[in-house]
Nanobody, 132 residues
Framework: QVQLVESGGGSVQTGGSLRLSCTASGYLYDDSCMGWFRQAPGKEREGVAAIYKPIETTDYSDSVKGRFTISQDKVKNTLYLQMNSLKPEDTAMYYC?????????????????????????WGQGTQVTVSS
């Protein structure tokens, strides 16, 4: 059974930075996708960033591209999300998630999607609040 535990959330002012961590325990397939999702009050959960573990290809939502960076430490089995230039609209609960990658890439060559319905394993979330 896979367990994911997020940490690193907090409160910052506009323009500040935070780094979220997600430590995984249990068995994760080597060909897994891991992603960060967020959900603000009254809004649907949205994908923020994803990484294909074997070759570390990454993908980002347009709203965070150029400001957020997803990365992993394979030795520590930890996923990170470096968030820079934070904005009030980034305020949300942030979740780490994992899934086994599909057997074939999606059209365009992408291995990992950012649809919450395809991810099987989820952490409990960590709150990020950005004040203006």
């Amino acid at each position: 059974q896979v367990q994911l535990v997020e940490s690193g959330g907090g409160s910052v002012q506009t323009g500040g930075s935070l780094r979220l961590s997600c430590t995984a325990s249990g068995y994760l397939y080597d060909d897994s996708c891991m992603g960060w999702f967020r959900q603000a009050p009254g809004k649907e959960r949205e994908g923020v960033a994803a990484i294909y573990k074997p070759i570390e290809t990454t993908d980002y939502s347009d709203s965070v591209k150029g400001r957020f960076t997803i990365s992993q430490d394979k030795v520590k089995n930890t996923l990170y999300l470096q968030m820079n230039s934070l904005k009030p609209e980034d305020t949300a609960m942030y979740y780490c998630a994992a899934r086994r990658a599909p057997s074939m890439p999606y059209p365009g060559g992408r291995w990992c999607d950012m649809s919450s319905v395809t991810y099987q394993h989820w952490g409990q979330g960590t709150q990020v609040t950005v004040s203006s």
